[in-house]
């Protein structure tokens, strides 16, 4: 672990007791984050992806094992406001504007009237939605809505963004052009993003680091780094380099469980 460590666990497991009994739906997982890593997480339904990533956030807790974030416990890391969480669902409040959704968190938090109309601005241009601070979320599409979300994580300045499946609704078209806006983001504010994704180009074209999981239990079968170069133009996709990448994701996820995705 460096300084530059921003996610570390160590043999981490999480068993949670149901009705029909114990469900391992993490197992010894071991994953080393660093700042300004692009993290995806692929594998299918049920290998822990959200698990681990509400560990990340304190929203659930280990069974066995030790996770850091920013160095410190997932708890005091939440009270530090380390991250932003962008859920699968936009999540906007209907009777709230949009510039009054962002804002949210930042009165609960108690920032200055006059701080939370500049960060407000700055994060709707930051997701291109500047003059949409008057709408409500029923008044946009669908992809403007998560845009909004994603405006929302980010208002507070954390470095870390935790993002479940923030496209999965959303179809191809909205969602390439999202994935690129997300890129330049990230490219343009260095932060240090956690992505959980069911789509292999999705997680190939966004990361830097690929993490394959697989069910019963949910564990880590393999790491990709990636080696693409970060200026990733859409049509990069069609290149061998790409293809590559994207071949050894899909073999992982074969290898980890027999179906597709
Ligand atoms: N609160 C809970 N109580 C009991 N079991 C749970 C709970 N949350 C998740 N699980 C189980 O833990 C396992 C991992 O779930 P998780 O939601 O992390 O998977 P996932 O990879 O994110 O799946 P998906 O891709 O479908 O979202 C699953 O078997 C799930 O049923």
Same mark, same amino acid.
């Given at each position: 672990m460096t300084s530059d460590t921003v996610i570390s666990a160590r043999d981490l497991s999480l068993t949670f007791?149901?009705?029909d009994g114990p469900v391992h739906a993490l197992k010894d997982v071991n994953l080393e984050v660093q700042k300004g890593d692009f993290v995806s997480f692929i594998g299918p339904s049920g290998c822990g992806k959200t698990t681990f990533l509400r560990v990340m956030a304190d929203l659930e807790h280990p069974t066995d094992g030790q996770i850091t974030v920013n160095g410190i416990s997932p708890e005091d890391a939440r009270k530090a406001r380390a991250y932003g969480y962008v859920f699968q669902a936009a999540g906007?409040?209907?009777w709230r504007t949009i510039g009054g959704n962002i804002r949210l968190p930042l009165e609960i938090m108690g920032y200055?009237?006059?701080?939370?109309?500049?960060?407000?601005?700055?994060?709707?241009e930051l997701v291109d939605l500047a003059g949409f601070e008057k709408k409500f979320p029923w008044q !946009?599409?669908? *992809?403007?809505?998560?845009r909004a979300s994603i405006a929302r994580a980010l208002a507070f300045d954390a470095d870390l963004l935790l993002m479940d499946e923030p496209f999965g609704a959303l179809d191809e078209i909205v969602r390439d052009h999202l994935n690129e806006q997300l890129l330049e983001l990230w490219k343009r504010t260095s932060k240090t993003i956690c992505f959980v994704t069911h789509s292999i180009p999705e997680a190939v074209y966004l990361s830097t680091k690929i993490v394959v999981m697989s069910p019963r239990p949910g564990r880590i079968t393999d790491v990709i780094e990636?080696?693409?170069p970060r200026d990733r133009p859409l049509d990069i996709r069609d290149t061998p380099e790409f293809?590559?990448?994207?071949?050894?994701?899909?073999?992982? !996820?074969?290898? *980890?469980?027999?179906d597709a995705v």
């Open positions: 007791q149901t009705n906007l409040y209907p200055a009237k006059a701080d939370q109309d500049t960060r407000v601005q700055r994060v709707l !946009l599409s669908g *992809g403007m809505q998560q990636s080696p693409l293809l590559e990448v994207a071949h050894r994701v899909r073999e992982g !996820l074969r290898a *980890g469980h027999g």
